[in-house]
């Protein structure tokens, strides 16, 4: 099955048949593999033809299993009911059991001679495919390893402040200007997360001999090593791409930090160091497009709001999903099947819970596509359409691909494709699809780049520094005692926001992000912040724009749509590197195409700032 949800504010992860088994991974404990076939291959020396004849059986039990456990899903998520949740959690264990026994079984084959590409690739992927692997053999280590990634998710999941729950929370976070409120719900969540840093540590342990008992170092050792490159070189490449995205983030903080200056006071916020982390509009400073008022007057218009305008031309969910399904055929894939109009959830039950979080699913990895979103009519739900079905485009034109290969090359893929469909809903776009008059003139183009920058480019830092802190929780360079000073090293050095208040020495504010009790990895959002203008540059230079990149579409162009599906029939059976070399013709991941795009906004940022001390 694939699975794919969207970001909102808070990322999920993306789930395709390996995918899935890292997503499920760690709830249950593990049992060991089946013995009989286990023994006798043990027993005798492996050899290639065996690794062959294992990757193509493992292929076809994860697809054998994998429809099942995701129809299971779906209904679990459109109808949440005690059963319903009951036999998640059943298909969750199966998975996780099949997952662990696949990896380990895989494990055999390391140092066989003679294996053919294809299949040391599937291997590897198997082997990879955990996030959080539970030591081999050890049910004890298995069940406790199980029993704690539950509770933290539990623990996360049922926090609250004041009878608040993390939503509502959130919304104060985005709509209070009022310091002390932001100041008490910044630090009412946090102590929700002091309680899980005990059981986080023991975590960290157990699924470090799991990595170890696989072949490798740590735990941040295996989750470096799924980007086709040695796990060192990953760590360099993305520090790399940090440097080049840098000066960008650095202006836009100039910028921000002057303004809120102005709103709170030079007291509360100083104009020579890091920011407050409470007061950027977003529970984690993530993103900061609620703080859009704050930073952007003046020039900051963009010239027409686009919630306004699906109003009076009177869009409703099924022509906001008809018009993203056209901006598909536009480039030339088959529309949306009409089971994906029968089966998708678009609205919000009256009467049941459904998990509203907006994804893309794939149930048969075939052309079973469906999105699960409770649609309004508004602008920001308008590009999530875009990006959910540019997800479902991807899913099926990976279905051509044996099971193990159904899935991005790497996990920043996904995330990036739907963005940059969502970076072609440009004024231009609106105008030839009838919901705008006129495209506004240049001097608007500021007020859309910067509330693109204020989610984007925000983003950076902060993509980069979750998995950076686990990296070294896992590698041991970081002990508990030092878990939460490391984060805030890391949170001022990248970000330039500062913890409001001092931190109790049994904070545990790490734990206060999902994915740090979720056990997601992060990296991948860092990835796809990069990637998705990498390809939308490309697709305008195979497009012969020659305007400036924010306002390229790439709808009703064909040519780009066919080079575009080459990339995504590809699926997971090349590297990342090869894959994008097919659309773009790089074979690096290169953040040049960020700064090309928010040039002009750049220039913009650096003339406000003139006169201002920026840096921290
Ligand atoms: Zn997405």
Redesign the pocket.
């Not at 794919?4 to 970001?7: E, F, L, P, V």
């Given at each position: 099955m694939s699975l794919?949800?969207?970001?909102a504010g808070q990322f999920a992860g993306?789930v395709s048949a390996l995918a899935l088994l890292a997503a499920c991974d760690p709830q249950t404990p593990a049992a060991p593999a089946d013995d009989a076939g286990e023994t006798a291959a043990e027993t005798a020396q492996p050899t290639a033809e065996d690794a062959r004849a294992f990757v193509e059986r493992a292929g076809q039990k994860l697809a054998a299993v994998s429809e099942e456990a995701s129809r299971v899903f779906w209904i679990n998520a459109n109808f949440i009911t005690y059963d319903s949740n009951w036999l998640a959690a059943k298909q969750s264990e199966r998975l996780t059991k099949l997952g662990v026994e696949l990896a380990q079984e895989a494990r055999r084959f390391d140092g066989v001679d003679g294996l053919d590409a294809d299949t040391r690739r599937k291997l590897m992927l198997l082997k990879e495919s955990l996030t959080l692997p539970a030591p081999a053999g050890d049910d004890e280590a298995a069940a406790e390893l199980a029993r704690i990634t539950t509770e933290l998710q539990s623990m996360y999941g049922t926090g609250e402040v004041d009878g608040k729950s993390l939503g509502e929370l959130s919304e104060t976070m985005a709509s209070s200007r009022d310091y002390d409120e932001l100041l008490a719900t910044w630090v009412g969540w946090r102590d929700v997360a002091k309680p899980m840093k005990d059981m986080y540590a023991a975590m960290v342990d157990i699924a470090n001999q799991g990595a170890g008992d696989l072949g490798y170092d740590d735990t941040g050792v295996l989750w470096r090593s799924k980007y086709d490159m040695d796990p060192d070189a990953f760590a360099a490449d993305v520090d790399r791409l940090w440097g080049e995205v840098k000066p960008l983030y650095e202006s836009l903080h100039c910028h921000v930090r002057a303004k809120l200056g102005e709103q709170y006071g030079t007291d509360k916020v100083p104009q020579d160091g890091p920011i407050p982390a409470h007061l950027l509009g977003n529970m984690w400073a993530q993103q900061w497009g609620e703080i859009f008022d704050l930073v952007a007057e003046g020039d900051a218009d963009p010239g027409y709001d686009l919630t306004q305008l699906l109003k009076d031309a009177d869009y409703d969910h099924m022509k906001m999903v008809e018009t993203a399904d056209n901006f598909f055929t536009s480039v030339g894939f088959e529309p949306l099947p009409e089971t994906f109009y029968e089966r998708s959830l678009f609205l919000k039950p009256e009467d049941r819970d459904v998990v509203c979080h907006?994804s893309?699913w794939n149930l048969d990895d075939q052309d079973d596509i469906r999105i699960k979103m409770c649609i309004k009519p508004t602008a920001d739900d308008f590009k999530t359409i875009h990006?959910?079905i540019?997800?479902n485009i991807y899913q099926r034109a990976y279905k051509i691909q044996p099971p193990l290969y159904r899935g991005d090359p790497n996990d920043g893929f996904?995330?990036a494709i739907?963005?940059m469909i969502a970076l072609s809903i440009t004024p231009d776009y609106l105008k030839q699809i009838g919901l705008l008059d006129q495209v506004p003139s240049e001097d608007k183009d500021i007020g859309l780049l910067m509330a693109q920058a204020l989610d984007k480019v925000a983003f950076l830092p902060f993509g980069l520094l979750v998995d950076k802190w686990r990296w070294q929780v896992f590698s041991g360079e970081l002990t508990p005692d030092d878990y939460n000073q490391g984060w805030w090293k890391l949170r001022e050095q990248y970000q330039g926001v500062t913890a409001p208040v001092d931190r109790a020495a049994d904070a545990f504010d790490p734990g206060a992000k999902y994915h740090v009790p979720g056990n997601t990895p992060y990296m991948r959002y860092f990835l796809a912040h990069i990637f998705q203008f990498q390809f939308h540059r490309a697709a305008c230079e195979m497009a012969g724009w020659e305007g400036p990149l924010h306002r390229c579409s790439i709808y009703g162009n064909k040519e780009v749509g066919e080079k575009f599906n080459a990339m995504l029939e590809m699926g997971a059976s090349k590297t990342w590197q090869e894959a994008l070399e097919a659309f773009t013709g790089q074979t690096e991941a290169d953040a040049t195409a960020i700064q090309a795009y928010f040039k002009p906004l750049k220039d913009w940022l650096d003339e406000q700032n003139q006169g201002r001390s920026c840096g921290w």
């Open positions: 794919i949800t969207k970001r993306a907006a893309a990006h959910e540019g997800h996904h995330e739907g963005d």
